[in-house]
């Protein structure tokens, strides 16, 4: 099983150690690089704050876990999506990118590659776990309030719920997706 | 609950809760949009504080038959959700 997780911020980065366990080849593709803000919030560490977040999580992983992980530094967009995508057997979209969000959305339909994708709310307080039934919302500027540190257990919690999603669909195929409020996750 | 009918989960101003009272699943969005308003406005929600400043515009209204685990019909309004 090839997995490969495009966005490693708030969602992704916890979502990648949650999947440690997996009996699976994973991928993981982000251009940014992280931001001492990043560490309130996100699976990267003081220490490599200024690297390039998917490097960094490949190399915390194998240091903390003994995990490898195959690491991309590049943004994904429509001329290099086809390079990163294919052959995946599952993508999972953990993108703040509504542009690359679309782009992803397309090729895996194109190619029907199972994507499961992964959002939150600009206030860090509604989570979406999603298949087909996922709508990308227009990115807003600004920084999302998630990044305080706040909401950290609440990104947990729905970074928790991905990975469950993605467990489930390794080991029986299916197709679950949740959502997470305030007081508590609907299973749909 | 009615065959027909289904939860309404509403998450507004980082609370969320349920309407008490179930509303018909093949409701049209605009008007589960309008009942949430008046609910929140009204403080009928138990886990939403009343807030008369209520605004949903914007928000998502999501449909989810009821499936293994969860023996009733849901229906979510949400906030947008643009971050990962």
């Known amino acids: ?188 | 609950m009615e065959a027909h009918e289904a939860r309404l989960n509403v998450t507004w101003n980082r609370q969320a809760g349920d309407l008490p009272d179930p509303i018909p699943f093949d409701a049209r969005d605009e008007d589960i949009l309008q009942w949430a308003t008046e609910a929140i406005q009204g403080g009928s929600i138990p886990g939403i504080t009343a807030d008369p400043n209520v605004d949903l515009q914007g928000f998502h209204v999501e449909k989810f038959e009821a499936v293994e685990g969860r023996a009733f019909h849901s229906v979510v309004v949400r906030p947008k959700t643009p971050f990962g």
């Open chain 1, 1 to 188: 099983m090839k997995i490969t997780i495009v966005g490693v911020g708030a969602l992704g980065s916890h979502l990648v150690q949650f999947l440690r366990n997996l009996d699976a080849e994973i991928k993981v593709i982000d251009f940014d690089r992280i931001e001492q803000k990043n560490v309130m919030s996100q699976f990267h560490a003081k220490n490599v704050v200024g690297k390039l977040k998917a490097q960094a999580l490949q190399q915390s992983m194998s240091f903390l876990f003994g995990t490898k992980l195959t690491a991309i530094g590049n943004k994904l967009t429509s001329d290099n999506v086809r390079e990163l995508l294919a052959g995946s057997d599952l993508v999972i979209d953990c993108l703040d990118n509504a542009e690359s969000r679309r782009v992803i959305h397309k090729f895996v339909k194109a190619e029907d590659i199972p994507c499961l994708h992964g959002a939150l709310a600009a206030d860090g307080n509604f989570g979406v776990v999603a298949w087909d039934d996922f709508v990308i919302d227009d990115t807003v500027t600004g920084a999302a309030t998630c990044e305080d540190g706040e909401h950290l257990p609440f990104i947990g919690l729905a970074a928790t719920c991905l990975a469950r999603a993605a467990q489930e669909f390794v080991a029986s195929g299916a197709r679950h997706g949740y959502r997470i409020t305030p007081r508590g996750v609907i299973g749909t």
